[in-house]
């Protein structure tokens, strides 16, 4: 699928080349991810909204009482995420068979509109209950929107939210495990990257607020909405 009409698309493969390949862009938008959930987790009370299996496992723990954990904040998170990947999966059905840079561009500044507009919530009103469930909102959101495009670029073993089938892999495919661990760098750097995000959102959240790492999120994805390829 990651070669999908890389050579036909509207405007011809010169045109899709240009900009920064698709790989380099997934790593950056899984440190945003890992931005994101460093504030959902830390300042919005214990959800995710762009780890969806961590998620589930979060709405578990609230739905047996477990303390710091809410039901209803996990609940929004959850359907937000669902109606952003229906959104998603719709553009992609319009788009896919089109210009695969236009598509991923016009996905990522949706997403860069939607996490800059939970920006502006978080520095007016960090604490409101009102603005918790607009940025649990928001974000999820264009998380899922986001989710539902890099499911049909199909870009191997970037998913740029969820690590442990890249962590699977990157351990069963290693020389150690009897493979070539071809893929090894990839893997490593989506890993690094996560890792690289969560930390720069805590220290973030912690010293400055819920309000300077979403604005760093957002100006990332616009970055690279305006930079993205239409290849691999």
């Keep these: 699928m990651a070669e999908q009409s890389t050579g036909t698309q509207v405007g011809g493969p010169d045109r899709e080349g240009r900009g920064v390949r698709l790989v380099a862009v997934l790593l950056g938008l899984t440190v ?47 359907v937000c995420f669902l109606l952003g990947a229906v959104a998603g999966g719709r553009v992609g059905r319009w788009r896919g068979e089109g210009s695969r840079r236009t598509w991923a561009r016009l996905v990522l500044a949706a997403e860069a509109v939607l996490v800059g507009a939970s920006a502006v919530v978080a520095f007016a009103a960090p604490h409101a209950t009102a603005s918790v469930y607009a940025l649990i909102a928001l974000t999820a959101f264009a998380m899922g929107l986001r989710n539902a495009t890099v499911r049909r670029l199909g870009v ?77």
């Design 156 to 232: 191997a073993d970037l998913t740029t939210t969820v690590l442990t089938m890249t962590l699977t892999g990157l351990a069963a495919d290693s020389r150690a495990g009897g493979g070539s661990g071809h893929r090894s760098p990839r893997r490593s750097a989506s890993v690094v990257a996560m890792a690289a995000g969560a930390w720069l959102g805590a220290w973030l959240v912690i010293h400055h607020g819920l309000g300077p790492p979403l604005l760093v999120a957002a100006c990332a994805t616009g970055v690279l909405a305006l930079v993205a390829s239409g290849r691999e």
């Design 32 to 78: 945003v991810s890992g931005l994101i959930d460093a504030v959902s987790y830390l300042g919005l009370g214990h959800v995710f909204t762009a780890n969806m299996t961590g998620n589930v496992v979060v709405l578990g723990f609230a739905a047996a009482g477990a303390p710091g954990f809410s039901v209803p904040h996990t609940a929004t998170s959850l």
